[in-house]
T-cell receptor
């Protein structure tokens, strides 16, 4: 069964820590995305990548960075975690190009709490 | 700026009581409207993609339709296992990213 796997379901980190969230997909998808989901705000795009070593800022990139060294892996980095980064983080992947787009495949999410 | 507005925010139905969820959108050059289902504590699960006005897609008790300004997700004779949050999203031409609505939380009571 094809899937997107996020390394942790729950994380608790201290303010100021550097935090790594890992995401791996086994579908050979070109595109990978990091979203955060907060009540009343919905899903907001942090960063996305359309190829290895390529990245683009989404709508809320401040305080985050990403790394994509291999096609199947996309990492989200919180350089110095703050309490306002407490959220559900969702990784997704999709095929690239063309008019017909079959939608994203999401991981199960990482619930991050920064204390 | 692309915008997606879903209504109602929450909907409570009796089992077997059919209804519709609405997704109104504003996007330049629509290249896909997507419906997802999300269960509590999980990532969204892809349901449908619609590309042009007049298109319809069906899956079990769900049917999605599309006009030039909105999409409807019709739920026929729902069951308690249909309880979830349903998300709508749009993709603009030339972009890989999509814009999501906040969702409609559906509760189906036995």
């Amino acid at each position: 069964d094809v899937k997107v796997t996020q390394s942790s379901r729950y994380l608790v980190k201290r303010t100021g820590e550097k935090v790594f969230l890992e995401c791996v997909q086994d579908m050979d998808h070109e595109n990978m995305f990091w979203y955060r989901q907060d009540p009343g705000l919905g899903l907001r795009l942090i960063y996305f990548s359309y190829d290895v070593k390529m990245k683009e800022k989404g709508d809320i990139p401040e305080g985050y960075s990403v790394s994509r060294e291999k096609k199947e892996r996309f990492s989200l980095i919180l350089e110095s975690a703050s309490t306002n980064q407490t959220s559900m983080y969702l990784c997704a992947s999709s095929l690239s190009g063309g008019v017909r787009h079959g939608g994203y495949t999401f991981g199960s999410g990482t619930r991050l709490t920064v204390v | 700026e692309d915008q997606v507005t879903q209504s109602p925010e929450a909907l409570r139905l009796q089992e077997g009581e059919s209804s519709s969820l609405n997704c109104s959108y504003t996007v330049s050059g629509l290249r896909g409207l997507f419906w997802y289902r999300q269960d509590p504590g999980k990532g969204p699960e892809f349901l449908f993609t619609l590309y042009s006005a007049g298109e319809e897609k069906e899956k079990e008790r769900l049917k999605a339709t599309l006009t030039k300004k909105e999409s409807f997700l019709h739920i026929t004779a729902p069951k308690p296992e249909d309880s979830a949050t349903y998300l709508c999203a749009v993709r603009r031409g030339g972009y890989q990213k999509v814009t999501f609505g906040i969702g409609t939380k559906l509760q189906v009571i036995p």
